[in-house]
């Protein structure tokens, strides 16, 4: 075996590598499929994919150290492209009044619903905010997470949406995970703006976008286009400010109703359009032709027991990449287990096992704009990956929550 091979051997025959990894199947997510590699043999070199292939094609390795997995697979490591991880307090206390009959009329009257969560982010520190999104990454780390994407959308003003964005920088800067943030202060209507939401929208565009991209503190710009938050043009708008600073685009759509919001999203080359219950197929057609990703949230249609699902078979049909998230927020879903997303997005949707995969790690990286350096094993990508004592992928989706067992090695090295 490959391990009696002394790391002091130097002989010019043999590669250079800085960690070894063997003993299981490789579960690559090549082009969207698992692309399986047997007794696979996966080379690190720099915190990258240096080589990949089976044992019987290996060559011999110099190597800083090696790991050799008793069976089991390997997967990339997982991409949640679409969270609400930072936000003040939580809903549990209305989750349990609805369900003890109160009315939603009632609970509005008494401040609940979104504007609890803004009024809950506007007062909470930096700290305190940073506390308790690092609370809930923890379970996502846990179960193999090694990228996310984190919006704000909260705050509503200035101070209270950049408060948010600097909690997403300190979290990509501290826990051991690559951080996407997205600007989504065209989320809902802040009260002070009420009956006002053009004005709202022209102030985005005008002040807070300019300093969001001054500080750097976005990689994208998001919106919310549905009849109870902001119109296709009002979205256009955000879209035009944010193409000018050079930022791309992802849009909440078609998630309670039919605005083509996807084929907007589209016209501006999203990265994603996400939700997209109500999609026709010029929506997805459209999608198809901008090469956006649909970013599918079974978790927030589970909490809403939605109806209508996603058209999947229309995705399939016109090679739109779908990817899985878990939506996390505290109002539409408080998930925080991406692997319990897949299981939903198979039962729910009908989706395959391997679509839902796919939808965790490569198309997960599309969504993001990270597809030439994450979402599958291959030379030159990022080396962050997940060893599971399992038998095969499909058990990643199959087994309905709890924690699995899981190595997850992220930028070369095994994260604690
Ligand atoms: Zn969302």
């Known amino acids: 075996m490959s391990s009696s091979i002394s790391p002091l051997n130097t002989a010019s025959?043999?590669?250079?590598?800085?960690?070894?990894?063997?003993?299981?199947?490789?579960?690559?997510?090549?082009?969207?499929?698992?692309?399986?590699?047997?007794?696979?043999?996966?080379?690190?070199?720099?915190?990258?994919?240096?080589?990949?292939?089976?044992?019987?094609?290996?060559?011999?390795?110099?190597?800083?150290?090696?790991?050799?997995?008793?069976?089991?697979?390997?997967?990339?490591?997982?991409i949640d492209c679409h969270t609400h991880l930072v936000f003040g307090g939580d809903r549990s206390a209305e989750f349990e009044q609805r369900l003890n009959g109160v009315s939603y009329a009632e609970i509005a009257a008494q401040g609940g619903g979104i504007l609890s969560t803004v009024n809950a982010?506007?007062?909470?520190?930096?700290?305190?905010?940073?506390?308790?999104?690092?609370?809930?990454?923890?379970?996502?780390?846990?179960?193999?997470?090694?990228?996310?994407?984190?919006?704000?959308?909260?705050?509503?003003?200035?101070?209270?949406?950049?408060?948010?964005?600097?909690v997403i920088r300190e979290l990509a800067e501290t826990q051991p995970v690559r951080v996407k943030a997205t600007c989504l202060a065209a989320h809902a209507l802040p009260p002070e703006y009420h009956g006002r939401a053009d004005e709202y929208i022209e102030h985005i565009c005008q002040n807070l976008l300019p300093q969001v991209a001054a500080e750097r503190l976005a990689d994208a710009v998001d919106g919310f286009c549905e009849h109870l938050a902001f119109s296709p043009e009002q979205i256009e708008r955000v879209f035009k400010a944010a193409k000018k600073l050079g930022l791309p685009v992802k849009l909440h759509a078609e998630q309670l109703s039919s605005l083509h919001g996807s084929q907007l999203a589209a016209q501006y080359g999203a990265l994603s359009a996400d939700h997209l219950e109500y999609a026709t197929e010029?929506?997805?057609?459209?999608?198809?032709?901008?090469?956006?990703?649909?970013?599918?949230?079974?978790?927030?249609?589970?909490?809403?027991?939605?109806?209508?699902?996603?058209?999947?078979?229309?995705?399939?049909?016109?090679?739109?990449?779908?990817?899985?998230?878990?939506?996390?927020?505290?109002g539409t879903s408080p998930a925080l287990s991406l692997r319990l997303m897949l299981n939903m997005a198979c039962t729910l949707f009908r989706m395959t096992p391997e679509e839902a995969l796919a939808g965790v790690t490569c198309h997960g990286a599309r969504a993001l704009g990270l597809q030439q350096t994450h979402g599958s094993l291959e030379v030159g990508k990022v080396a962050d990956f997940v060893h599971w004592p399992v038998e095969r992928p499909a058990e990643l989706v199959y087994w309905l929550g709890g924690q699995l067992p899981c190595t997850v090695v992220y930028r070369g090295d095994v994260r604690s």
């Open 13 to 78: 025959d043999k590669l250079i590598c800085d960690s070894l990894w063997t003993g299981a199947t490789l579960v690559t997510m090549r082009d969207g499929s698992y692309n399986l590699i047997e007794n696979g043999v996966l080379a690190v070199k720099d915190g990258k994919i240096a080589w990949i292939g089976s044992e019987e094609d290996s060559p011999k390795f110099v190597a800083g150290s090696r790991h050799h997995f008793e069976g089991g697979i390997v997967t990339p490591g997982l």
């Open 121 to 166: 982010t506007r007062t909470a520190s930096q700290k305190t905010l940073f506390e308790q999104a690092r609370f809930r990454l923890a379970p996502l780390l846990a179960e193999g997470v090694t990228c996310i994407e984190i919006k704000s959308g909260y705050g509503l003003s200035d101070e209270s949406e950049l408060k948010m964005l600097r």
């Open 282 to 330: 010029q929506d997805v057609k459209a999608m198809a032709e901008s090469g956006t990703v649909a970013v599918l949230l079974p978790g927030a249609y589970y909490m809403l027991r939605e109806t209508q699902a996603p058209p999947v078979a229309l995705f399939r049909q016109y090679g739109v990449p779908m990817a899985i998230a878990s939506d996390a927020n505290p």
